[in-house]
């Protein structure tokens, strides 16, 4: 009878066995990996808290005093009138009659048909007011308006003041039907 023959058929499981057991000094487990915090686009955490207070539509109301943005109720369309309410036709500031009349205000500039402004800064700011520098460089001709625009919630009317020596004046407008 062969009595190697049971120790040989252990021998290899007990090998297999003792391969796969980690050595006394290796962790059993992974070590953890380190997860990043997500950052929300103002800046903070992304602790999953909701919008900051004055969320509407996307955006905080009003930022901070100086801000070089406009506030979001002056954002929009425009035509210059006399104080009759404006069609969508008097709105298309590429029609010939309409030119220099419609101002597109958006978050961080305002433009005419060929012409406009960007913040170089703000002097003044309120929900529905802003004072500030604009570069309002066109073609090659280095250009700065300093202008104030105010929103009249009863009127309904945006106010536009050009406080420039040589363009002083100011101009009313009403918003532009959407859609």
């Known amino acids: 009878m062969n009595t190697l023959a049971p120790l ?22 992974p070590a953890p990996t380190e997860t990043a915090i997500p950052v929300e686009p103002d800046g903070g955490i992304g ?3 909701g919008p900051p207070i004055g969320y509407d539509g996307g955006e905080a109301e009003e930022p901070s005093a100086f801000a070089q943005t406009f506030p979001v ?33 958006r978050e ?10 960007r913040f170089i ?5 309120e929900p529905g007011h802003i004072r500030a520098l604009f570069d309002t460089t066109y073609a090659d001709e280095p250009t700065r308006d300093e202008l104030e625009f105010r929103v009249d919630p009863v009127a309904k009317t945006l106010t536009v003041e050009n406080f420039d020596a040589g363009e002083r004046g100011t101009v009313t407008y009403r918003r532009c039907p959407s859609g």
């Not at 040989?8 to 487990?29: F, G, I, K, Q, V």
Request: aromatic share 6%; net charge negative; proline share 5%.
């Open 8 to 29: 040989c058929a252990a021998l290899p499981l007990a090998l297999l066995a003792s391969a796969c057991t980690p050595a006394p000094d290796e962790p059993t487990e």
């Open 47 to 49: 602790d999953g808290a």
């Open 73 to 105: 109720a002056i954002r929009g369309k425009w035509r210059a009138t006399d104080g009759d309410a404006v069609t969508r036709e008097e709105c298309d500031g590429y029609e010939s009659a309409n030119i220099g009349k419609v101002l597109t205000v």
């Open 108 to 117: 961080d500039s305002y433009s005419f048909f060929e012409t406009g402004g």
């Open 121 to 125: 800064s703000v002097s003044a700011r």
